[in-house]
């Protein structure tokens, strides 16, 4: 006998994460994230690789998803996948994994755009944001101030005209020598730096669009300089630079949020993507909140990251609403939002 509830299993592959989630009438049951180590010495994510890796574990992690949640696979009322964007082999996996399962199920397929899916990770965890909402979305790929006023209903006010947030980090910290991903590292190094020691310049871009690609060719011009000078600058001043390259990069951030929230009179605000993980980040948000006023959620960590709770829980919604794909549902590095 089928168990109560809408059950929906989440698969997530856009990049170098192989994620399974099974999401019950909007919560989620078990939420499974396998990734990928091989990448570190490239610097990088190396697409065949990370492809191949998919394909190794996407069948355990998905056993694993099931079992954790104890569900069977004749429980499942939908299965959500990643169609876009993202890495297109990497989506190809969990595309074609998800329609073949769907078929053999006869049961819904749903398709998610990635970054949608990012902004409904806010929707996991109670208390929940009120709608309407803002969310400053950011990673690696990616950065966007989103206006969501329901689950389904986007509207992108803004985002980088060039390289997104998380490039810059990471873009920087290759630039101070610090191994891939360099993100996180200059997060850790900040923690103990000054972050006025240094000072970057910050672009002025008008609207609520955003540039990062300033901000980097600054800093590595500054590096270039300072080197030739003094060969051993950066080993000595390491947390100093990290501390102001990343505060140079969240005041970027926080004047554009805010613009936008006192433009649309908007309150709410929420936070999504990998880089949201990020402390200082956190930190300059929860100042802010309290300057403005501000209602603020942020996801726990597990859910900022690549991971299939958030396509499950955007599939939970698109299923309530009875939006569903075909079989002839094809991955895509490049997507516009519905």
């Known amino acids: ?50 492809s191949r890796a998919h394909m190794q574990t996407i069948v355990p992690v998905v056993d694993q998803a099931m079992k954790k949640a104890g569900i069977d696979l004749k429980d499942l009322d939908a299965i959500a996948f990643t169609q876009s964007p993202g890495l297109i082999g990497a989506l190809l996996v969990g595309t074609s994994f998800a329609k073949s ?52 209903k986007m509207e992108i006010l ?23 991903p360099g993100g996180p590292l ?3 190094y900040a923690s103990t730096g ?19 690609s300033g901000v980097k060719t600054s800093i590595m011009y500054f590096l270039q ?4 000078e003094h060969p051993n600058f950066i080993h ?4 100093d630079l990290c501390a102001s390259i990343q505060q140079t990069i969240i005041n970027i951030l926080m004047h554009k949020l805010k613009k936008a929230s006192m433009e649309t009179g908007i309150k709410n605000i929420c936070i999504a993507g990998g880089v949201s993980a990020n402390k200082g980040l956190r930190n300059a948000l929860q100042e ?14 597990e859910y900022c990251t690549d991971n299939a709770a958030m396509i499950a829980i955007t599939g939970y919604y698109k299923f309530l609403k009875g939006e569903a794909s075909n079989l002839h549902a094809s991955a895509s590095a490049r997507a516009t939002w519905d």
């Not at 099974?22 to 989620?28: E, F, P």
């Not at 000054?194 to 990062?212: A, T, V, W, Y």
């Not at 300089?225 to 030739?228: M, R």
């Not at 000595?236 to 947390?239: A, M, S």
Request: glycine share 6%.
């Open 288 to 301: 802010q909140a309290e300057k403005y006023n501000w209602k603020l959620h942020v996801p726990s960590f």
């Open 101 to 152: 399962l769907a078929l053999s199920l006869d049961i819904p397929l749903i398709s998610i755009h990635h970054m949608q899916a990012h902004v409904l990770s806010n929707l996991i965890e109670s208390p929940l944001p009120s709608f309407p909402f803002l969310c400053l979305t950011i990673s690696g790929g990616h950065t966007q101030i989103v206006l969501c006023s329901d689950p389904l």
């Open 225 to 228: 300089k300072q080197v030739k």
């Open 236 to 239: 000595d001043h390491l947390n």
């Open 1 to 50: 006998m089928k168990r109560e509830g809408i059950i929906i299993l989440g698969i997530e592959s856009s990049c170098d994460e192989t994620s399974a989630a099974i999401c019950r009438d909007g919560k989620i049951l078990s939420n499974v994230i396998a990734s990928q180590d091989a990448h570190v010495k490239y610097g990088g994510v190396v697409p065949e690789l990370a």
């Open 194 to 212: 000054d972050p006025n020691r240094f000072h970057f310049p910050e672009p002025q871009i008008e609207g609520l669009n955003l540039s990062f």
């Open 158 to 180: 803004g985002e980088t005209i060039d390289d997104a947030a998380g490039e810059a980090f990471d873009k920087s910290a290759k630039l101070l020598g610090l191994p891939y």
């Open 186 to 188: 200059i997060d850790q």
